[in-house]
């Protein structure tokens, strides 16, 4: 079977009409505004990627958060939607751009069955939480105020852009958790933005000044000023002793499977569980990798790193 190409995190989606008519609309702007005044579009720019999108939940988690105990937190001036499910010890999730804690419904499902208790919350501008617009930043910080109120947790589990912001969070501000288990990570953020440079008919200068008015923008949000591969997974995972599981698809379509490749080859304490036919966000359903997980959580702490210099690394294949 000839395997599917990669596509872009940004515009993978199968978007209607007018959202696909507004994006050719914006590259043509970028294609005009980047040529006299890339810092001007760079500016507009930022304020593009900062704006995620929402798109309805469907009634699998409409219904998590009817089982839920929902309230809704003051967390640096914004009301952040806190799910939580069970009783136990308690594992945070934090998932994707344009995402909701609802995605996690699966997973949650089998630790609240498992004996222990699932929190998740919609980041700053997703799903029931308050704002238009946020960034990697203030998610992290999000993430590290409610992950204090919590600790010790047994676990953080991420997807995706919110893998990526356990990795920032556990570097940047060493919160008090056994393991990581992150699905879907990508491993550059360097790579983030020129993929979004990509969707949207950006010049590598308008992205440069993108970046430039951000770093200026939000010089002390992470408490010290900060670069941009100060961010990226590739170098936060590196800063991390825990025990990280690993989950990736093969035919990840929005973030492709080299990117858990290249985290496995520089940590050491990786574990990769690997599927093939599941793709971005239905490896966060599939029964193999749920218990993979529980199996990963409940596995006693080895108190070393892995032995591998490498990591180590396990496949399943989901192919019809």
Not at 12 to 37: D, N
Not at 101 to 130: N, R, T, W
């Amino acid at each position: 079977m000839k395997r599917k190409q990669s596509g872009n995190p940004f515009n993978s989606h199968k978007f209607p009409l007018r959202v696909r008519l507004f994006f050719a609309t914006l590259r043509k702007l970028f294609g005009i505004l980047g040529s006299v005044a890339p810092k001007l579009a760079g500016k507009l720019a930022l304020r593009l990627f900062m704006t995620p999108p929402r798109f309805p939940a469907p009634r699998r988690e409409r219904l998590a958060v009817q089982n839920s105990q929902l309230q809704f937190q003051q967390i640096n001036g914004q009301q952040i939607a806190v799910y939580r499910w069970g009783e136990g010890e308690p594992i945070l999730f934090s998932h994707g751009w344009g995402g909701r804690g609802s995605h996690f419904h699966a997973l949650v499902e089998v630790l609240v069955e498992a004996g222990y208790q699932a929190v998740s919350f919609d980041a700053p501008a997703h799903g029931k939480s308050s704002g238009k617009r946020t960034n990697m930043l203030e998610v992290t910080n999000t993430l590290v105020t409610l992950a204090e109120s919590l600790a010790p947790l047994k676990a953080v589990v991420g997807h995706s852009f919110g893998s990526g912001i356990v990795l920032l969070a556990m570097s940047r501000f060493q919160i008090t958790a056994e393991k990581l288990i992150l699905f879907s990570c990508f491993d550059d953020i360097y790579w983030v933005t020129d993929q979004f440079g990509e969707a949207f008919g950006m010049s590598s200068e308008v992205i440069g000044a993108m970046r430039e008015e951000a770093q200026r923008r939000y010089a002390k949000q992470l408490g010290s000023t900060w670069q941009w591969r100060d961010l990226s997974p590739l170098k936060t995972i590196q800063t991390i002793e825990h025990e990280i599981l690993l989950l990736h698809d093969r035919e990840d379509l929005e973030v492709p499977y080299r990117h858990a490749e290249n985290l496995l080859a520089v940590a050491p304490q990786v574990r990769l569980h690997t599927t093939s036919g599941l793709g971005h966000k239905k490896i966060l359903r599939d029964q193999s990798c749920l218990q993979t997980c529980l199996a990963f959580i409940q596995q006693p702490l080895t108190g070393v790193p892995a032995s591998n210099s490498r990591g180590s690394t396990d496949d399943q294949n989901h192919q019809q």
